[in-house]
């Protein structure tokens, strides 16, 4: 049975971190990362289409699934920590103007390279092709597929979402095994599915707007309509909130920043001002012209000839559909499509600052496997990081 003082399960974003995080702590540790597949951290590569969205300058107070709990890693350390981690492995960044950080090559690859070169250099050792599919608890410390046995283990195998980049859920029935609860999990940043008979001519095109969910939970930015409901960065964001097998509609406001009030008195001054505009033309000063029919026919069943034609109780319509275009949600894309998993191991039975088990000391987890998430912009990169940081400086250290 192999001997190593350290085992780490998932060479992903957190398990990686943990191993470079719990080397620089105590340089002489033996530290073995398992990964299930033939290469570590696969899932970076494919993070923020491919440029790794790796963090975000607001990641402080971004309202994460089990906040009190994640702020006990960002009390620790922050967006600048991570930012100073990264430099200390050669990685450079630059932010966006919505504070995503990405580095400068603007390649996930140069972010996997950093990391996968720092534990070579550290002598980390990484077994690719070797999944963790159990754990017992010894005298010793724990037992790993009966092959490894180690003084501490961090349980970083991620979560459901994107199987084919090696999250499979597989930790979190290592952790159920050794007493740990996991919460009820679902898709998380994942499209949503509605009802597409309103929106069949809509395919393909693309609106800001800001979004509510009539269970609770909204979000803003840019919606893409596609054959099987709603894409896009705002619709991503809103799946947090989607309650599964719980009847719901998410309504559309494409105006947000006009008062249903003052909307109707500028389409009202439109139509008297040039009554024999044709009303397909009225709305495309607002929104995308497919759009705007989408939203006559959804107030009134058809599209008028001219805008004088429009009568007052008309235009209120109207300025409703543009305002609440709502659409039966039907449910969202599954893991596959997945960004994120929402829900993981209870975080009451761990602590908030180390990330070690108070039902199983010497087990630490980090990142996706633990029940904390966040929306779109590179918050749980984020959180995957650090709290792999901050979990492998903790088994690192000498009781």
């Known amino acids: 049975m192999k001997q190593t003082d350290i085992l780490i399960l998932g060479g992903g974003a957190s398990g990686l971190c943990a191993a470079i995080s719990a080397k620089r702590t105590n340089p002489n540790a033996s530290v073995l990362v398992l990964e299930q597949l033939p290469r570590a951290g696969k899932k970076i590569l494919a993070t923020g289409n491919g440029r790794c969205n790796l963090g975000n300058l607001n990641a402080a107070a971004h309202p994460y699934t089990n906040k009190a709990f994640a702020g006990g890693v960002f009390a620790q350390l922050g967006t600048d920590d991570l930012l100073a981690f ?39 050792e990484t077994l690719c092709d070797t999944k963790a599919e159990s754990v017992k608890k010894t005298n010793g410390g724990f037992s790993v597929n009966d092959r490894f046995a180690a003084e501490k283990i961090i349980v970083c195998c991620g979560g459901c979402a994107a199987p084919a980049q090696g999250s499979d859920g597989s930790g979190f029935a290592l952790l159920r095994s050794l007493g740990h609860e996991i919460t009820p999990v679902k898709p998380s940043l994942v499209q949503l599915t509605t009802d597409t008979k309103p929106i069949r001519a809509l395919k393909g095109v693309r609106a800001a707007a800001k979004l509510t969910l009539s269970t609770g939970g909204e979000a803003a930015g840019e919606v893409l309509f596609t054959e099987y409901g709603l894409s896009g960065i705002a619709a991503m964001d809103l799946s947090r909130f989607v309650l599964p097998d719980k009847p719901a509609a998410v309504s559309l406001d494409f105006l947000p920043d006009f008062s249903a009030e003052e909307l109707t008195a500028i389409i009202a001054a439109l139509c008297q001002n040039n009554p024999t505009l044709p009303a397909e033309n009225l709305l495309t000063g607002f929104v995308p012209k497919a759009l705007g029919l989408a939203a006559l026919k959804a107030a009134l069943g058809a599209v008028p000839q001219a805008v004088g034609s429009l009568q007052p109780n008309e235009i209120t319509k109207i300025t ?31 602590d908030r600052r180390t990330l070690e088990s108070r039902l199983c000391p010497r087990l630490f987890a980090c990142g996706e496997v633990l029940d904390v998430d966040g929306g779109c912009g590179g918050f749980n990169l984020e959180w995957a990081f650090l709290s792999g940081i901050i979990a492998g400086k903790n088994a690192a250290l000498n009781e």
């Open 320 to 350: 409703a559909a543009l305002k609440s275009f709502t659409l039966a949600l039907t449910g969202t894309k599954g893991w596959r499509d997945a960004q994120v998993t929402s829900g993981g191991a209870n975080v009451k039975q761990f």
């Open 86 to 124: 990264f430099r200390s492995l050669g990685l450079y960044t630059r932010a966006d103007g919505e504070g995503r950080l990405y580095p400068l090559s603007n390649t996930a690859a140069s972010v996997l390279d950093a990391l996968r070169l720092e534990c070579a250099r550290l002598g980390v």
